[in-house]
């Protein structure tokens, strides 16, 4: 008989990954939670989409009679930020209980002490959950998908690098959030507490976002922890390599703290030490991540760069380029410079520094002294001031500082622009009639479809025995 | 000549918070045989089960394979504990839980087969593991622990759930099981099942062992030849 066999020791090794992948994914779709998040995502994503049809629409027929408006009609922008913008507010509130299902329900049935006997690592069990994660959030996406579908459907247009760009930076911000949940799951003896330990966790970020952007030191260091920030990053056409590395540290963080207090046997005092070790690990990870200069703006319109002929001088610049400010930080004209200023020479300039002098003072402290607002260019042994926060002054100012010719700005380059003015009212039926139909029935068959039962215990008129 | 002992249980001692839940529980788990952990509720078994499983952390004390220790993470290649009224992935159909067992375990269809077969699951594969009754839900269990490879099993409360006739029939096939050469140890609270299907009893009463052997051994040692389990209990606890 097999189950008289002698102990194996290499089963754990030897055991194939597909059965517990095909389980975990068959447990989240069995359960509610993800099809409750899919009939909820429709009308949101459907109105959002709707709306900014609408809102893209009247943009694009003002842009009838004054073509230049034209270019500053992007999708990206337009359409499919704010159609991902309520995929994400489902993300953050309602995608938590479905990951927690991955490994709550075990807890709560008892089969996770079967589950944690099985022949597998317990790293393994947690990359499992992790995919199965990932393929709800993906099968979550579904109404997102249709949405851009039906874009493509109107005439619209859509730049594929810098969608799949923003698809990424959803799918790196969904996985964050399971494996945020998971670690919750793990930690709690219920779903319902570990629901509240991820939404203390993403309420925190919101409120790291609100309270403290734009403010300087420390706490303008907390509020760059915020999930939405990193988010927004890829929402502005943008690939960073500190970010995306960041969020994939972070990701395998939680993971890993998971697995820490999924193992069996443990006391609570290896538990708390491991955990300190992991966090000062990820700690590491993500302070490495955030020294990472590398980014690539992927967005059609270029909104992250400078004009190519001004890239391309720029990139020539050998020597150290120093830039002082004298500006507060919450001080507008601050925000203005950084975006159409210092973060494009950051990434294009080889050996740039950037030194905020009145970092940690407010702008009613600072604004009374002579040079408050006064941007100092020092390059070589160079030397220049200004107080335009735009680059087309800035430009010029660093190209008479090394002493090189300003570049010729070339022609055909310019962003065209896709104004469409588009009717969608057909997405109201969609969104709210025929998707969540659709889903509803598939949902019915999924509950109701037959397993395979073996032959023997099948009568012959197709009966189980 | 005495059997050696398959597992050797080695002063397990476990503490929750200020209060002792094992105290110094040492036994031997011989090939083949049907070990019955006796004791009222709270005693302690499914601590020292779940301990044995490496589930739980021990304060002190370890367990034994074939004389060597067998460290926390190993214990799962050996012993396998199904714990009370477990009803794993019950949004899950029967046959598919089973399938999944034997794939996660490298088994063969004709495995899944027989252990349907021999625990009686033929009539309910088709239905959610959360649709079924308790009997058939301790059935289920029982056939997750024949497909896998295991030589010990540790199972708590094994009978809760069963009438008598089917508690009969499950005692008679483990003891099938048993000849075959796996080795069970039950955790009981039902002084007559344990008495019907076990080889030798482990007494526990608030952690502590109060006495090992089979009924003949307990019966010599209160001096009571013809008593029962149940006498016997309580003449030793």
Not at chain 1, 280 to 303: H, I, N
Not at chain 2, 178 to 195: M, P, S
Request: aromatic share 8%; hydrophobic share 50%; with cysteine.
């Amino acid at each position: 008989m097999y189950f008289l066999r002698s102990p194996d020791t290499a089963t754990v090794r030897r055991t194939s990954l597909r059965p517990l992948l095909v389980k975990e994914v068959g447990e989240l779709l069995s359960g509610r939670a993800l099809w409750t998040m899919l009939l909820m995502l429709c009308p949101l994503v459907g109105y959002s989409f709707f709306q900014a049809v609408a809102l893209y629409g009247e943009a694009s027929a003002a842009a009838r009679d004054q073509p230049v408006l034209a270019t500053s009609l992007s999708p990206l922008d337009g359409i499919v930020v704010p159609t991902f913008g309520a995929f994400y507010v489902a993300v953050t509130l309602l995608f938590p209980f479905v990951a927690i299902r991955a490994l709550g329900r075990e807890k709560e049935t008892g089969a996770l002490k079967l589950l944690v006997q099985l022949p597998y690592q317990i790293r393994t069990l947690v990359a499992a959950k992790l995919t199965a994660i990932s393929v709800a959030w993906l099968i979550g996406l579904i109404p997102v998908a249709t949405a851009l579908l039906l874009w493509l459907s109107f005439g619209g247009h859509l730049n594929p690098l810098e969608t799949s760009n923003l698809f990424l930076g959803h799918l790196l911000y969904g996985l964050l959030i399971g494996a945020i949940a998971l670690f919750a799951a793990a930690i709690s003896d219920s779903s319902a507490t570990a629901a509240i330990v991820t939404l203390g966790f993403t309420i925190a970020s919101w409120v790291l976002d609100f309270a403290l952007a734009g403010q300087s030191g420390t706490l303008g260091w907390m509020s760059r922890l915020s999930l939405t920030q990193a988010l927004r990053t890829f929402e502005q056409g943008l690939f960073s390599a500190a970010v995306g590395f960041g969020m994939l540290a972070a990701i395998a963080g939680f993971a890993a703290l998971a697995a820490i207090w999924l193992h069996p046997g443990t006391s609570l005092h290896k538990r708390l030490a491991r955990t300190v070790l992991c966090v000062g690990l990820a700690g590491v990870l993500l302070a490495v991540a955030t020294q990472l200069r590398r980014s690539s703006d992927v967005s059609e319109d270029k909104r992250n760069s400078f004009p190519a002929a001004d890239q391309r001088t720029l990139a020539g610049l050998k020597e150290p380029l120093t830039i002082t400010v004298h500006l507060a930080p919450e001080d507008p004209r601050y925000v203005d410079l950084q975006r159409n200023v210092l973060s494009k020479l950051e990434r294009i300039v080889p050996n740039v520094t950037i030194r905020l002098v009145t970092a940690g003072q407010s702008v009613i402290g600072s604004a009374g002294e002579v040079s408050y607002g006064e941007i100092e260019y020092s390059y070589g042994a160079h030397l220049a001031k200004s107080r335009s926060t735009s680059h087309r002054e800035a430009l010029p100012l660093l190209y008479g500082l090394a002493a090189i010719p300003v570049p010729t700005p070339q022609t055909g380059e310019e962003y065209p622009g896709y104004p469409l003015v588009a009717d969608g009212w057909i997405a109201l039926p969609w969104f709210f009639v025929a998707l969540p139909l659709l889903i509803a029935v598939a949902w019915w068959w999924w509950c109701r479809r037959a397993p395979h039962i073996p032959a023997q215990f099948v009568k012959s008129g197709g009966q189980q025995l | 000549m005495m059997e050696a002992a398959l597992l050797q249980v080695a002063g397990i001692t476990k503490w929750y918070g200020d209060q002792r839940a094992l105290a110094d529980v040492s036994f031997d788990v011989r090939h083949g045989e049907i070990l019955g952990l006796i004791g009222p509720n709270g005693s302690g078994k499914t601590t020292l089960l779940e301990t044995i499983a490496g589930l739980l952390p021990v304060d002190a004390g370890g367990v034994l394979w074939q004389s060597t220790p067998l460290p926390q993470h190993r214990r799962r290649e050996v012993v396998l504990y199904l714990p009370d009224g477990l009803r794993p992935w019950d949004g899950q159909q029967v046959i598919r839980v089973l399938e999944f067992f034997t794939s996660a375990f490298g088994g063969q269809a004709a495995d899944l087969t027989k252990a349907i077969r021999s625990v009686g699951l033929e009539q309910v594969l088709g239905k959610r593991v959360a649709a079924l009754s308790k009997g058939y839900a301790r059935r289920l269990t029982l056939a997750l622990a024949l497909l896998t490879p295991h030589p010990v099993l540790l199972m708590d409360e094994p009978f809760d759930g069963f009438d008598i006739r089917q508690t009969r029939e499950i005692m008679a096939l483990m003891r099938r099981v048993a000849a075959h050469g796996r080795t069970f140890t039950l955790a009981i609270h039902q002084i007559t099942d344990a008495e019907r299907v076990c080889d030798r009893f482990i007494l526990l009463v608030e952690g502590r062992v109060c006495g090992i052997g089979s009924l003949d051994d307990l019966r010599a040692r209160i001096g009571q030849a013809t008593a029962g389990l149940e006498d016997v209990f309580l003449a030793l606890t």
